[in-house]
């Protein structure tokens, strides 16, 4: 069977990690068309990226017949209307997250996607990663007992203030960059969804938080937290922590494990009380890798995957309820 063949809606940083080079690595993938607003910056993008197509317009490469698939990774705000575009041109999408800038914008994309039965999948890319089936069979396996409390956070260091990401127009925001991750994973860890009972934020730029912490309920039992930055006391923290009635498990760098990860369990022995502690190491591949791997099976064989527009309406809401909760407004789509 010949290759997927991709299409890349923008030249964005993002692209040659999450899906070109993961492409060289997967015979069942190929980057062959890049489309960007500057036309020269497509060109020097696709140049060094060995991209052999380059089109005047996000238009002209969804009309592209030759392009069989499209990752979209655009500004947030961008986001719903471009792979609502490509699903109109019967295109499957590789949409990078967050889905979309809402969910009420999420539930739309949603609904063409099952309509058109088009493959639609929301590019958290750690969900396909090894290390993340290890801790979910751990958490199921009854080691730790009922779980009580789950808490994620995700902190990294980005104080330009003139980034993408600080730009409420674009759909910007901690949370929506990267607090999207921490609420997908206490969702993935907790296997449940939350109601954010309380929430609070600092803002770069009015309406933009740079941080923010939220309360979570999962159910009467199971509580927890995430915390999100992109500038705060926290210059850089992965973590994810659950507690459970005999133990608690930690993982550090959940999102990115091929670089580094740390996965300790305490749990207590039921039958004689005693504690025992042990460290794993997940081995694996880039998580870019295994994500372009089932993006491919999906579009080809029908093959699930756990990102799908439902999952991402859930995450979207949680995300919408913290921005509410924390006296922001949810963000809304470029116009």
């Not at 719903?80 to 914008?105: H, I, M, Q, S, Y």
């Not at 203030?161 to 127009?169: A, E, G, M, N, V």
């Not at 922590?241 to 300790?264: A, D, I, K």
Request: proline share 7%; glycine share 6%; with cysteine.
């Amino acid at each position: 069977m010949e290759p997927l063949r991709i299409g890349i809606l923008g030249a964005a940083r993002i692209a040659p990690g999450a899906v070109v080079k993961p492409a060289r690595r997967v015979p069942e993938a190929q980057v062959v068309a890049v489309a960007a607003r500057d036309r020269n910056r497509a060109e020097q993008f696709a140049q060094k990226q060995g991209i052999g197509t380059v089109h005047d317009s996000y238009e002209a490469l969804l009309a592209d017949p030759e392009i069989d698939a499209v990752y979209n990774p655009l500004p947030n705000g961008l986001h719903g209307r471009w792979t609502l575009a490509a699903l109109d041109a019967g295109k499957p999408v590789l949409c990078e997250k967050p889905f979309t800038a809402n969910a009420e914008e999420a539930e739309r994309v949603a609904a063409a996607a099952q309509t058109s039965g088009i493959v639609v999948m929301e590019a958290f890319h750690y969900r396909y990663h090894p290390l993340i089936t290890r801790v979910v069979e751990i958490l199921r396996s009854g080691e730790l007992g009922a779980l009580r409390r789950v808490d994620t956070r995700m902190c990294i260091p980005l104080p330009m203030r003139k980034d993408i990401r600080y730009q409420l127009d674009l759909a910007g925001g901690a949370v929506m960059d990267v607090g999207c991750y921490a609420i997908h994973q206490a969702r993935t860890l907790a296997d449940q969804e939350p109601e954010v009972v309380s929430a609070r934020a600092k803002c770069g730029s009015p309406g933009v938080d740079r941080w923010l912490r939220a309360d979570l309920q999962f159910s009467d039992d199971l509580a927890g937290s995430f915390e999100c930055a992109l500038w705060s006391r926290r210059p850089l923290s992965l973590h994810a922590r659950v507690e459970g009635e005999l133990g608690s498990l930690h993982v550090m760098n959940l999102t990115s494990p091929q670089y580094y990860h740390r996965l300790v369990v305490r749990a207590t022995d039921p039958a004689t009380g005693a504690e025992r502690r042990r460290r794993e190491r997940v081995k694996g591949e880039a998580t870019y890798v295994y994500q372009l791997r089932a993006f491919v099976a999906a579009v080809r064989e029908g093959a699930p995957y756990p990102t799908t527009p439902a999952d991402a309406i859930a995450n979207m809401r949680v995300i919408d309820a913290a921005y509410r909760a924390a006296g922001l407004e949810p963000r809304q789509p470029t116009p």
